[in-house]
């Protein structure tokens, strides 16, 4: 079985702050980690993955997130945010099972920043 | 754009009617997914295939729900008698295959069922 966790239903930041959003995991393997965003009325659009290797990983529009496997936590981060990272953000896990390709998603995050 | 297309963007319907929905993957993808998404909660699997073999179909999904995706191609999701339930975002993703591991899923912008 494989679940994802979101704790924080809402995030607010100010422009020019660090942003975190949290994401924690849990797997029977090793997990694949991905990190989605959503804006309104549209598809999930993907950012960044982590799959092996370094546990930092760089995505786009300047997120990166951590892997950290004893805490069992993939957290996204900006170093400075964008009133433009508004959205809906999304933590999504599979495992290593052979032939099993579905994500499980978080229930998601709502970023605010503000000017 | 050769993104996924998903048609139609709203479905409006009425309880007990059948409806439709259509998926057109990027072309190379080989792996098709359907999930479906309510308010304040995330994407939730119902069904993926790859090429025309329909792999898994989540538990969760009631026998009113049927998929198919002829020739490897597009998809469609028909959902029969439907349900107040039923209402949600309808969203189609899809994949290539790189070894073992998923390449990310590339997410249509969905279809919106209301169930009056």
């Known amino acids: 079985a494989q679940s994802v966790a979101q704790p924080e239903d809402q995030v607010n930041v100010a422009e020019g702050n660090p942003l975190t959003v949290k994401c924690t995991y849990s797997?029977?393997?090793?997990?694949?980690l991905f990190w989605y965003v959503q804006y309104p009325n549209r598809g999930l659009q993907f950012l960044l993955k982590y799959i092996t290797g370094d546990n930092l990983v760089k995505g786009s529009y300047g997120f990166e997130a951590e892997f950290n496997k004893s805490q069992t936590s993939f957290h996204l981060k900006k170093p400075s945010a964008l009133v433009s990272d508004s959205a809906l953000y999304f933590c999504a896990v599979r495992d290593d099972t052979p032939y099993d390709y579905k994500l499980s998603f978080g229930a998601g995050t709502t970023v605010t920043v503000r000017a | 754009d050769t993104g996924v297309s998903q048609n139609p963007r709203h479905k409006i319907t009425k309880r007990g009617q059948n409806v439709t929905f259509r998926c057109d993957p990027i072309s190379e993808h080989n792996r098709l997914y359907w999930y479906r998404q309510t308010l304040g909660q995330g994407p939730e699997f119902l069904t993926y295939f790859q090429n025309e073999a329909q792999l898994e179909k989540s538990r969760l999904l009631s026998d009113r729900f049927s998929a198919e995706r002829p020739k490897g191609s597009f998809s469609t999701l028909e959902i029969q008698r439907t349900e107040q339930g039923d209402s949600a975002m309808y969203l189609c993703?899809?994949?290539?295959?790189?070894?073992?591991?998923?390449?990310?899923?590339?997410f249509g912008n969905g279809t919106r069922l209301t169930v009056t």
């Open positions: 993703a899809s994949s290539s295959f790189e070894s073992r591991i998923n390449s990310p899923l590339h």
């Open positions: 797997v029977s393997g090793n997990p694949y």
